[in-house]
């Protein structure tokens, strides 16, 4: 998926994306099964795969807007609660 998303970026964010990806995409899926895990859904773990992947592409689609030299903590922030509206859907 990652390499994807990198072809669809802007040559100005690859690397952004590429560094959000590589940190923040194996928290987002265990948070995202265990919500549709808890959600009773059929199946969480391909659940959790479309919404992680689901947020990652507007990371992509909206990369100009996402808080890159925010602190971290922002950052993070800003990623889990786009990943949340995701679930949520």
């Given at each position: 998926?990652?390499?994807?998303?990198?072809?669809?970026?802007?040559?100005?964010?690859?690397?952004r994306i590429?560094?959000?990806?590589?940190?923040?995409?194996?928290?987002?899926?265990?948070?995202?099964?265990?919500?549709?895990?808890?959600?009773?859904?059929?199946?969480?773990?391909?659940?959790?795969?479309?919404?992680?992947?689901?947020?990652?592409?507007?990371?992509?689609?909206?990369?100009?807007?996402?808080?890159?030299?925010?602190?971290?903590?922002?950052?993070?922030?800003?990623?889990?609660?786009?990943?949340?509206?995701?679930?949520?859907?």
């Amino acid at each position: 998926m990652l390499s994807f998303l990198l072809t669809m970026a802007d040559e100005q964010y690859r690397e952004r994306i590429e560094r959000l990806y590589k940190r923040y995409h194996k928290p987002m899926l265990k948070i995202a099964k265990q919500r549709f895990v808890n959600a009773l859904r059929s199946n969480p773990t391909l659940d959790a795969e479309d919404a992680v992947q689901a947020a990652f592409m507007g990371f992509v689609r909206y990369a100009h807007a996402v808080p890159f030299d925010r602190p971290r903590a922002e950052l993070e922030a800003y990623v889990f609660a786009v990943l949340h509206h995701e679930i949520s859907k």
